[in-house]
């Protein structure tokens, strides 16, 4: 089935630390993938995009066709950054529009 | 400027009491979504408007309903809510669903408590 898997459910770094949240996918050809942030107690919302090969907050994501990844990295992590990040496909008629699993990621001080 | 809203954002009801959730936006965007949240698990898609065009997903029960009456506002109706359906209710906009581009924008979703 085509979808978006997160494989680790809770990802806790040091403050400075390099951080990578992962995100596999099974579609084919090279899918236009997001990165949705969830942080307490705000709705759900765009980090970033594929298409727009942007860093927002340090936060990059390339995807890699290769290992069918798109893995969310930033290289020194913050304390605001701890939040629920989630992976997903676009709102288009081809894909499966379902979230992947999420991954909380808590950044120590 | 709130672009999507939400009412109540809590609701509590009684198991079998049909209840109807609000979703309001001023984006003037085709698409509007529904989705499900339950604690400590990803939003799960129940259905979306494209305009007119009601699209649900199969997986969702017949229980819940969805109306849009005009572009700016869509409805969930959960006819017999049970237990179970007590999560986080989520509505997202999106400018189309034909585009690769097309972000997603949430509302702050509708906390239901079913007793």
């Known amino acids: 089935a085509q979808r978006v898997t997160q494989p680790e459910k809770l990802l806790s770094v040091f403050k400075g630390a390099p951080v990578e949240l992962k995100c596999n996918y099974s579609?084919?050809?090279?899918?236009?993938l997001f990165w949705y942030v969830q942080y307490s107690r705000q709705r759900l919302q765009l980090l970033l995009r594929?298409?727009s090969r942007e860093s927002i907050k340090g936060f990059t994501a390339d995807l890699n066709k290769g290992e069918t990844s798109f893995h969310l990295k930033k290289p020194f992590a913050q304390e605001e950054d701890s939040a629920m990040y989630y992976c997903?496909?676009?709102?288009?008629?081809?894909?499966?529009?379902?979230f992947g699993t999420g991954t909380r990621l808590k950044v120590l001080a | 400027d709130a672009m999507v809203i939400q009412n109540p954002r809590y609701q509590v009801t009684q198991f079998g009491k049909p209840v109807t959730l609000s979703c309001s936006q001023t984006l003037n965007h085709n698409v509007m979504y529904w989705y499900q949240q339950k604690s400590s698990q990803a939003p799960k898609l129940l259905f979306h408007?494209?305009?007119?065009?009601?699209?649900n997903e199969a997986d969702t029960p017949d229980n819940f309903q969805s109306r849009r009456p005009n572009t700016s506002f869509c409805f969930l109706d959960i006819r017999s809510p049970g237990l179970g359906d007590t999560a986080m209710y989520l509505c997202a906009t999106s400018r189309s669903a034909a585009g690769i581009q097309e972000t997603q924008y949430f509302g702050p979703g509708t906390r239901l408590l079913v007793l």
């Open positions: 579609y084919s050809g090279s899918p236009e």
């Open positions: 408007y494209y305009d007119k065009d009601f699209n």
């Open positions: 594929h298409i």
């Open positions: 997903a496909p676009p709102p288009s008629g081809t894909y499966k529009y379902i």
